[in-house]
T-cell receptor, first 116, second 112 residues
């Protein structure tokens, strides 16, 4: 596609429910990143994929958070038993995957998650 | 692990004044990138610096990479309302395949 897309754009859920957030990277980009951004705050790194494997998942806040990537393309971030502190914008980015330390990252529009 | 700090966290300037944000890394970097996030938007890549002491300009924006490749700055001359947003630097490590580490960001607001 022309850019990184994310769905849904907004998600309102009740505390305790599970949610799935989807990211479609730019075609041909082998690296994919998930970040979380609370209101007015910086970018909190969650997990990084190279292809279908995750060399760095050090940012996942708890075992309620998991992510997978299939076919080297689409990625899904799953949050189980959501808590109010999970409310934030979840941003996905992709890059060519030539070298994670120098690649330019292209961000999607984000999914705004609200946990009531 | 690598840490990248930015100062100031917030900056309010009168339209037409200059603005500078500073980025400091705890380790030597292979490169530094700058991104801009408009209010309600997502981060967008601005520029990448690779060489020690490198200076690049984009219209009213001047980007510098320190001689020791541990710090960087972004300077905006004569700010305009379109400059509003949060500016993030992102540093790449010197070895391995670690991902970029994003700085804490500087939020710029313009007083018309």
């Amino acid at each position: 596609g022309a850019g990184v897309s994310q769905s849904p754009s907004n998600k309102v859920t009740e505390k305790g429910k599970d949610v799935e957030l989807r990211c479609d990277p730019i075609s041909g980009h082998t690296a994919l990143y998930w970040y979380r951004q609370s209101l007015g705050q910086g970018l909190e790194f969650l997990i990084y994929f190279q292809g279908n494997s995750a060399p760095d998942k050090s940012g996942l806040p708890s075992d309620r958070f998991s992510a997978e990537r299939t076919g080297g393309s689409v990625s899904t971030l799953t949050i189980q038993r959501t808590q109010q502190e999970d409310s934030a914008v979840y941003l996905c980015a992709s890059s060519l995957g030539l070298a994670a330390r120098t690649d330019t990252q292209y961000f999607g529009p984000g999914t705004r998650l609200t946990v009531l | 692990g690598q840490q990248v700090m930015q100062i100031p966290q917030y900056q309010h300037v009168q339209e037409g004044e200059d603005f500078t944000t500073y980025c400091n890394s705890s380790t030597t970097l292979s490169n530094i990138q700058w991104y801009k996030q408009r209010p309600g938007g997502h981060p967008v890549f601005l520029i990448q610096l690779v060489k020690s002491g490198e200076v690049k300009k984009q219209k009213r924006l001047t980007f510098q990479f320190g001689e020791a490749k541990k710090n960087s700055s972004l300077h905006i001359t004569a700010t305009q309302t379109t400059d509003v947003g949060t500016y993030f630097c992102a540093g790449g490590s010197n070895f391995g395949n670690e991902k970029l580490t994003f700085g804490t960001g500087t939020r710029l607001t313009i007083i018309p």
